[in-house]
Nanobody, 124 residues
Framework: QVRLVESGGGLVQTGGSLRLSCAAS????????VAWFRQAPGKEREFVGA????????TYTDSVKGRFTISRDNVKNTVYLQMNSLKPEDTAVYYC?????????????????WGQGTQVTVSS
């Protein structure tokens, strides 16, 4: 069992930056694929980005490419989502999630450990 706890959300102005953290506990995080999803009010949960266990393979949804970066510190059992040039449409609850295996998936159904989410609000 892996427990995930997100932090770092908050209110930021358009163009600003935030770094979300996802701390894992329960077992070693190092062999898991990790991903970030987000859900805005009234919308379905949306894939943001994912990283392989090494961090060498990453994939992002088009709307965040070049602005968001996933990194991970497997020694600290922590994954980060650096978000730059934030836009009002990035406003959502952001969720960290993980799964075993090597396949870096964009499908939420493939992930089975989820955090509680952290709110990101970007003001215009």
């Amino acid at each position: 069992q892996v427990r995930l706890v997100e932090s770092g959300g908050g209110l930021v102005q358009t163009g600003g930056s935030l770094r979300l953290s996802c701390a894992a506990s329960g077992r070693s995080f190092g062999s898991y694929v990790v991903a970030w999803f987000r859900q805005a009010p009234g919308k379905e949960r949306e894939f943001v980005g994912a990283a392989s266990w090494s961090g060498n393979t990453t994939t992002y949804t088009d709307s965040v490419k070049g602005r968001f970066t996933i990194s991970r510190d497997n020694v600290k059992n922590t994954v980060y989502l650096q978000m730059n040039s934030l836009k009002p449409e990035d406003t959502a609850v952001y969720y960290c999630t993980a799964k075993s295996g090597n396949y870096v998936s964009r499908d939420a159904a493939r992930y089975y450990f989820w955090g509680q989410g952290t709110q990101v609000t970007v003001s215009s």
